[in-house]
């Protein structure tokens, strides 16, 4: 029987472990989408038994339910950069900006596996260019065609401090 060590204690859940890691820590709060996602896929590992495979998928589609608003006119030039465990393997810069309430898809065809990071950002002439938002996923855990993530699912959407991303906000990632 095993469980996760939360600084040096054994947790049965992902939910456990962030209690107790608030506990033993002070200020230690676990915030960010990524890292509570990270501690289920833990979570999963421990209660199945398996160790993560760099599974290989084709990444063939982002899109955007709707674009975010960072530029001084509402809308963003988008522009992302993929990162597959840790080394930059993509990017892309979109020629054209979208208004608040347009759908964005950027198909592509890319190999991946293992951990994955895509960084969005927004280019401006004015304001020059924004960090928008992450998505991190690790591909032994993608069961589905089709991943969504929602905006609280999403590291520096889930707060909308600055109203930036509509309550619909989503990113979905389509794979083969």
Excluded at 149 to 154: A, G, T
Aim: overall charge negative; proline content about 3%; charged content about 20%.
């Amino acid at each position: 029987s095993s469980g996760i060590n939360a600084e040096y204690g054994v947790c049965w859940t992902s939910e456990q472990a962030m209690k107790h890691f608030r506990t033993k820590r002070e200020g230690g709060i676990i915030t960010l989408p990524c890292q509570k996602r990270y501690l289920k896929y833990i979570e999963t590992s421990v209660i199945g038994g398996e160790q993560p495979e760099d599974i290989k998928l084709l990444f063939s589609n982002i899109s955007m339910s709707n674009s975010p608003a960072f530029n001084e006119d509402g809308s963003c030039k988008p522009y992302f950069v993929v990162f597959q465990n840790g080394e930059e393997v993509y990017e892309y810069e979109s020629t054209e900006s979208f208004k608040q309430e347009e759908a964005i898809n950027f198909p592509l065809s890319l190999q991946i596996s293992g951990d994955i990071k895509v960084q969005f950002y927004s280019v401006s002439d004015i304001l020059g260019t924004q960090e928008m938002f992450t998505v991190h996923f690790h591909t032994f855990y993608i069961n589905s065609s089709h991943v969504r993530f929602s905006r609280d699912m999403i590291d520096g959407a889930h707060l909308n401090t600055f109203k930036q991303f509509t309550d619909s906000f989503s990113v979905s990632l389509e794979v083969k």
